[in-house]
């Protein structure tokens, strides 16, 4: 019963073959090892800060060359390496089977007692993220390219045609609703069509979103309207700099005056550090941040109704992104951190209806759209 | 700027009309109260526990005739009726212009200081949110009467199309991503066309959604698919409502076998008591439970992989929830309950993985479909 049509099966695109390569070798190369009267090996990339460089000229972060052994005949890593070896198992099950599974249903399709122990393979789903990840890196395979997905997150709107798995979703006729991003975005999936927007608008939430939608920003100025719910998760990311990079438009980012809207914009534009290894599929360095800044309070007239005092929490954030090396070497970020801790004030942007419903979406972009302020 | 346009403003809805009917009236009473030299006074209907009343020939939670008096010349009140009116404003501001707005903007809009003083009309957005509860249960209009959304959450797919704000939607074309349900979908918003579908099925994560959207669980049965990524927010449980009672489809539940599970469950089929007071707009009486059952560790042979202890906090959940009227009559219900408690393990959907990657989608609903083996 749970096996995929025999056509799909039979036909494995080009991407999942050479995942499935790469898998392949990696269990050669144990069992080889074994086989040999040597001890087998994985040799794990670290993902850590101490192994992230902020490549300056690229304008991203990425992974250094730092390597953690992980040894079968150590009672330290033992358990990690056969948590490894699980679930490059189920990775290639699913492949072969053109499906794809949740972090959490790898987690479970793993999990059991050791035959004739007490011991669990995985006791918490804690444990076996982590191992995905190290998967990723030592594979040099994308999450998505194992066939796993997280929750979608994030939604989208505007004058775009997107295929999605052979559907054509009509941007521009998604009513209130929009778009649900996927969590696998990648071009054997996701397609553009048709597209006649200059540029993509991005917002941190989707109240913001509605409020864009319903007054058919997207629509009056040409271009395709998202958010991600947040810290936008990594299919949002993605689709963000496939329509950078393949459709050239430029993403400008709407966030939050506060030291969590420059994080995000931080991570949208140079990647973070726990996904460094991927950053050059992921980051867009150059994706704007057009508001709301730190001099809006004065220069829109805003009323005090739209402050909100920072915390000591916030003040901390504020100095340690500033001290980030590639908001640190920007004296425009610098300035504008700088006035955020002098205001003493965070501002969000649903703030704005203080100055009328649509002021947001009919005055404040447009006008900076317009003049092409913004910081980048 | 800021303006809807006028021939939107111009023909305001019928909905729209009686809502600020009554808004008006509000205030009429209160400048009538204010010249005669009478204390004007609000009559607020009690959003509590002890005034939920489980109407069992409905099968749903109503809220009782319990209303607490707001005073404006009482030092206690005086603060929240000012808040209301404030609140009254910028509703009709919002139907007058044909917008919607968030909680949260609500908020901002609302919030100033008072001329004079250093009094602030709201300080949180945890003031503001039950000021708007107590004026939808006053004026006997529901948030989206008053033009006010929440986030945007669940998805849909599957074989209806939907015409939202005007644009067909075709839920058999919307690849992996789906139609995001929006916060409001009443229907002057949204309207249902062609529906094949026979009924809903109803899962309670993305992750979940992704795994029978993957394996199009949908045509294959013949439905619409759907989640409310957790406890549905009203947008997808007002939806659910509508495709129920309109379409009269089936809304089948595919939920964790644990005190949560079957919480989202009661809270779909009967109501919440925060809104009780809308009940007959958002409740599904029929709503059936087909799965995770107690039963299936031992009925599908499942590995201990899928067992996830209880908690005390679990426990005691589970044991408040048998409580409820509409549980305790049950004897369904009774036994589910104690059969969980007896396992001693809860279970989630996605651990069905450990049966094959596609067990959940095309063995174990479609056969309990098939044979109808739910509780309702």
Request: aromatic share 8%; charged share 30%.
């Amino acid at each position: 019963m749970a096996k995929a049509k025999p056509a799909e099966s039979a036909k494995l695109k080009e991407r999942d073959k050479r995942t499935l390569g790469k898998i392949v070798e990696l269990a050669d190369d144990v069992s080889k090892k074994t086989l040999g009267g040597r001890e087998p090996i994985f040799h794990i990339p670290t993902r850590a800060k101490s192994n992230t460089i902020w490549n300056k000229k690229r304008g991203i972060l990425e992974m250094g060359d730092a390597r953690a052994d992980r040894p079968l005949f150590d009672l330290k890593t033992a358990k990690q390496f056969m948590q490894t070896m699980l679930h490059g198992s189920t990775i290639k099950d699913l492949i072969e089977s053109g499906k794809t599974s949740s972090l959490r249903g790898v987690f479970y399709k793993a999990k059991h007692t050791v035959a004739g122990t007490k011991e669990n393979t995985f006791d918490t789903q804690d444990e076996s993220d982590p191992i995905l990840e190290d998967l990723e890196v030592t594979l040099g395979a994308l999450r998505e390219e194992l066939h796993i997905f997280a929750e979608n997150r994030g939604t989208l709107v505007g004058n775009i045609t997107i295929v999605d798995k052979g559907d054509e979703i009509d941007g521009r006729r998604m009513g209130s609703g929009g778009w649900g991003i996927p969590s696998i975005v990648e071009p054997d999936v996701i397609q553009f069509k048709k597209c006649e927007a200059k540029f993509v608008l991005h917002v941190e939430k989707g109240t913001v979103w509605n409020r864009f939608n319903e007054d058919r920003f997207w629509e009056k100025n040409n271009c395709i309207l998202t958010h991600g719910a947040g810290q936008p998760p990594r299919g949002c990311r993605r689709l963000l700099q496939r329509l950078n990079q393949e459709l050239k438009l430029p993403i400008i980012c709407v966030l939050d005056c506060d030291p969590w809207g420059h994080y995000i914009y931080s991570v949208i534009k140079q990647g973070s550090i726990s996904l460094a290894f991927e950053s050059s599929r992921l980051a867009i360095p150059d994706a704007k941040f057009l508001g709301i800044r730190a001099k809006d309070f004065k220069e829109c007239n805003l009323g005090d109704a739209v402050k909100i005092d920072l915390s000591e929490n916030d003040i901390k954030r504020a100095k340690e992104i500033a001290a980030y090396p590639w908001f640190e070497q920007h004296k425009g970020w610098q300035k504008e951190i700088q006035h955020l801790l002098n205001n003493g004030f965070k501002m969000e942007v649903e703030a704005m209806i203080n100055k009328g419903i649509s002021y947001v979406t009919e005055e404040y972009v447009p006008e900076r759209l317009k003049s092409k302020d913004w910081l980048d």
